[in-house]
């Protein structure tokens, strides 16, 4: 583990390698304890001058090194912990390299690992110096043949990337196979796997008549589960080529599913490496959400065979361009799978209630994080360790950025541009200007004398603006005028410098118009008349006018989410009534339900620190039980219009952060909503328990919105108290032939339940199920969220049999879940201590899951006293603890700057 201070590095210090690396042959002699890799490098020089050649090298033990077969004394290159340099005098020549890794010793899942029986890679970002030393940056791609060998009992699948070319038996009981890859990759995208697994697989036809098989490789007995994601994966190579032109370029398309994973999934070419959460399913085992998720997860990594992998990154910093982009594209094949094959209204729906989920996603992970010392643009202007820059500004403000332009340019001239963008750069290694500069070649032509310069700067600015709408209304010329102003704050380390005022952004802010009975009004724009206008604010204070409204109008702002920016516009009660009812944009239309339930939870929220009676107001209870009751709304779209919006939501829109506050409110709101609607929440479950019946589990989106409104009828029925509701739970948590049916049973005990009926009910569950990782992964997560759960319960269950620390799915389900998501137990003094002595611990195993659980409270400042001195001691005493990794160094040095 690196523990030294970590340097800063610029974006504006980029240099390009002074050596081309056109092939690279890699042979590995594969053994869990000791692994040898042989590295044959074909160098060219890429400039008129000699610059010294060098490596980067990680925990490796160096065997041999020559030059053009000519063994290199130790006085001819120079060897560091973390860099191997030698000084070539030709143009071109050969470098081979034999070195040793340990991969059994590896816990840190980077470079060449050990999980179960099996090895497996993971190499982005800086992960294959791990494995030997090389140019480990994205800038330098090469064509790949690889040479594995190893033990045959123990390893019998031996995997890399692209195409098979030779398998052969050993005499002394190893085998050996050889794969080709014809595309030029960086090595953050080479894989390997060798184990023991059983297998999937699906031969298609490409678009161009051209046969390819696509295989889904997992640990034997699990090969029953893997269905959908095949099928998930077929879905996506015909969505590609549909919707983008883009085929599979490869023989065959791997999909391996490893236990024990940093991150969700990895594009290797044609390799992909899986968190085995995202491949793993069946009705019995894994929810909706599970299934959705493994459709979603494959498609991003799939959809990475051309926007990552055939053009890639020309530096660290430019990885929005491969992740907001192909985030913006699964996010637009989930909608399409959602919403084939229905009727065009519940299509409509069924897309919306996407769009919903991924706002709703952004709203909680990324607008803290721009708001917090971790704040950056989409392009990070430095950092010191680039793991800690996969974050959810990266990917999902990214994919907002790119959906903007998607917006500005249309589908046709978005589609137009993406061919632009692989017609320039189709091989290469490039930046995120290059991709804007491919969209705005297609702007400029449909919109002469204008261009996409100011649009660029959602690139470099960090923070999330406000647009500030303000309406003025003329009933004599029945006209209507809309300003739109913008500003966005200093964030993060900005804070620390001399205040400079943000330039403008371009903002498509899309905007409609209602008339008091909540019909839309038919608007005049640029030559076209229609219910949504987009309105281009590029400056920092527009208006545009509108003729022939015929009376006061209610506003119906940033329509599908436009932009990523929050909208001051002071809208009254009842408006925001009529748009919940009657707005014909369903994302607008769902927004004024929660900003309506905000208000409330808001109230309610200081009356609770004020020790004041907890009232709900009235109208709100109707306006709620008027959206539960409309049957023209599909189920999926109900069970999310009546979802209270999220703690952390609701956590940022309180000054200071009471966190104690927060959860109170909004457990009191849903009781009171319980009680209140009662009689509407059982019909609502029992018309779903009808409309499901009996049928056989399915996950398309009619099915699982009935199972999710049915689920979220149980809950507002627990929370209330009602007679019915536990005899409820108990039925659906026994009688479930479904995972999702399962836990939304056994989630209503937990939550709701007296302390012998939750025992109880997890003790069953968990004897039904400690055989199935993944499920007792829900197992554990369940319990670390329960509103019941304090630090010596999490402690026990760290105790449990069934927990490690070294597998990150295991401490994720219970420590990152206790420590983020639970309000009521991790906001304590109690809670501070013990989140402080899991970083520590994680460090010393795994820093980039320690880094990540790190972040948990670096918006402490905000808090209220009490809870902001608790939490900043806890920072202080991490940062004392030695060693600390670069990786949570990074994280508690800039967390307690701001």
């Known amino acids: ?48 001058q000699n610059h010294p050649l060098v490596l980067n090298g990680q925990d490796l033990s160096l065997v041999s090194i020559a030059m053009d077969d000519r063994a290199l004394p130790v006085g001819d290159y120079q060897l560091n912990d973390e860099t191997l340099t030698v000084f070539p005098t030709k143009s071109a020549f050969t470098l081979k390299i034999v070195s040793l890794c340990r991969p059994a010793e590896n816990s840190t899942l980077m470079g060449l ?26 800038d330098v791609m ?33 085998h050996e196979v050889q794969w080709e890859d014809p595309h030029p990759k960086p090595c953050y995208l080479f894989a390997l796997v060798a184990g023991d697994f059983s297998y999937r697989e699906q031969s298609i036809l490409t678009a161009s008549n051209r046969k390819a ?48 994973f940093n991150m969700g999934a990895m594009e290797n070419k044609g390799l992909n490496i899986f968190n085995s959460s995202y491949v793993l399913a069946d009705p019995q085992s894994a929810t909706d959400a599970s299934f959705r998720a493994i459709e979603g997860v494959i498609g991003h990594e799939y959809f990475h065979n051309w926007t990552g992998n055939r053009v890639t990154c020309r530096d660290w910093f430019q990885i929005s361009l491969k992740e907001g982009l192909t985030v913006f594209r699964d996010q637009e094949f989930s909608a399409d799978m959602l919403a084939g094959g229905l009727p065009e209204s519940q299509a409509a729906s069924a897309r919306a209630v996407k769009r919903i989920d991924d706002v709703t996603a952004l709203r909680t992970a990324q607008f803290p994080e721009d708001a917090g010392p971790m704040a950056h643009p989409i392009r990070p202007e430095s950092y010191q360790e680039i793991g800690n820059f996969y974050t959810a500004t990266v990917y999902e403000k990214g994919a907002e950025v790119i959906r903007m332009q998607h917006t500005l340019l249309g589908e046709q001239g978005f589609r137009a541009g993406m061919d632009e963008y692989f017609r320039r750069h189709d091989g290469s290694a490039v930046t995120c200007d290059d991709f804007v500069n491919a969209m705005d070649s297609v702007y400029r032509k449909q919109n002469p004398g204008k261009n996409l310069d100011i649009f660029r700067r959602w690139y470099s600015q960090a923070g999330t603006p406000h647009v500030k709408v303000e309406l003025r209304y003329n009933s004599a010329d029945h006209s209507c005028t809309i300003t739109l102003s913008q500003h966005n704050e200093a964030v993060g380390i900005e804070k620390l410098s001399k205040p400079v005022e943000k330039l403008p952004l371009l903002i498509p802010f899309a905007i409609g118009l209602l008339n008091e009975n909540g019909q839309p009004i038919a608007l005049k724009h640029n030559g076209e008349t229609r219910d949504t206008v987009i309105l281009e604010l590029d400056q920092k204070q527009q208006t545009w006018e509108f003729h022939d409204i015929p009376s006061e109008p209610v506003p119906s702002l940033l329509r599908n989410f436009s932009a990523p920016v929050i909208v001051d516009y002071q809208y009254t009660n009842a408006q925001l009534g009529l748009l919940a009812r009657h707005d014909t944009d369903p994302f607008a239309r769902w927004e004024a339900g929660q900003e309506l339930a905000t208000r409330q939870l808001l109230k309610l929220i200081a009356a609770t620190q004020a020790s004041a009676p907890l009232v709900v107001d009235p109208d709100f209870i109707q306006t709620w039980s008027a959206i539960s009751q409309n049957t023209l709304l599909t189920p999926a779209y109900r069970s999310r219009a009546l979802t209270l919006p999220g703690e952390k939501i609701l956590l940022e829109k309180t000054v200071p952060m009471d966190p104690a506050a927060v959860a109170h409110a909004r457990r009191h709101l849903r009781a009171e909503l319980g009680k209140a609607m009662a009689t509407i929440w059982l019909e609502t479950y029992d018309l779903a328990e009808r409309t499901i019946g009996d049928a056989p589990y399915s996950a398309d989106a009619q099915s699982a919105g009935w199972r999710s409104l049915k689920n979220l009828a149980l809950t507002y029925l627990m929370a209330g108290e009602h007679p019915q509701a536990p005899a409820k739970a108990q039925k659906q948590y026994h009688d479930a032939s479904n995972m999702t049916d399962r836990m939304g049973g056994l989630s209503a005990i937990v939550n709701y339940a007296d302390a012998p009926t939750r025992a109880q009910a997890l003790a069953d569950f968990y004897q039904q199920w400690q055989h199935d990782p993944l499920v007792v992964d829900r197992w554990f997560a369940l319990q670390a969220t329960a509103p019941s759960t304090r630090v010596d319960t999490v402690h026990t269950l760290m105790k449990h049999p069934a927990f490690t620390l070294r597998n990150p799915n295991r401490a ?37 899951i320690a880094a990540r659980l790190a972040r948990a409270f670096d918006n402490w400042s905000r808090f209220i006293p009490s809870n902001r001195d608790a939490i900043r001691k806890c920072y202080e005493r991490i940062q004392q603890h030695p060693p600390l990794s670069r990786n949570v160094a990074e994280i508690v040095t800039k967390a307690l700057k701001i």
């Open 812 to 848: 994720r389900s219970l420590i990152f879940q206790f420590c983020m998501n639970n309000l009521q137990g991790a906001h304590t003094t109690e809670g501070y201590e013990f989140w402080a002595d899991q970083v520590i611990a994680l460090n010393d195993l795994n820093p980039e």
């Open 1 to 48: 583990m690196r523990s030294d201070t970590a340097p800063t590095i610029s974006r504006h210090d980029y240099q390009p390698y002074p050596y081309r690396l056109p092939h690279v042959a890699l042979a590995f002699d594969l053994d869990k304890t000791q692994t040898q890799v042989t590295a044959t490098l074909s160098f060219e020089r890429a400039t008129e």
């Open 142 to 174: 090469s064509r790949y043949h690889v040479t594995l060998r190893a033990d045959k009992t123990n390893h019998p699948l031996l995997l890399s990337n692209g195409n098979l070319q030779h398998n052969r038996d050993l005499p002394d009981g190893r």
């Open 113 to 138: 690992y050990v999980s179960g029986n099996s090895l497996f890679t993971q190499c982005e970002a800086q992960g294959f110096r791990r494995i030997t030393w090389f140019p480990d940056r994205p």
């Open 213 to 260: 098989l696509l295989q889904i490789y997992s640990d034997r007995g699990s090969e029953n589960k893997t269905a959908w994601a095949l099928a998930s994966l077929g879905r996506a190579v015909k969505w590609d080529e549909t919707r983008f032109g883009l085929e599979l370029d490869l023989d065959r398309f791997m999909v391996v599913a490893a236990r024990d």
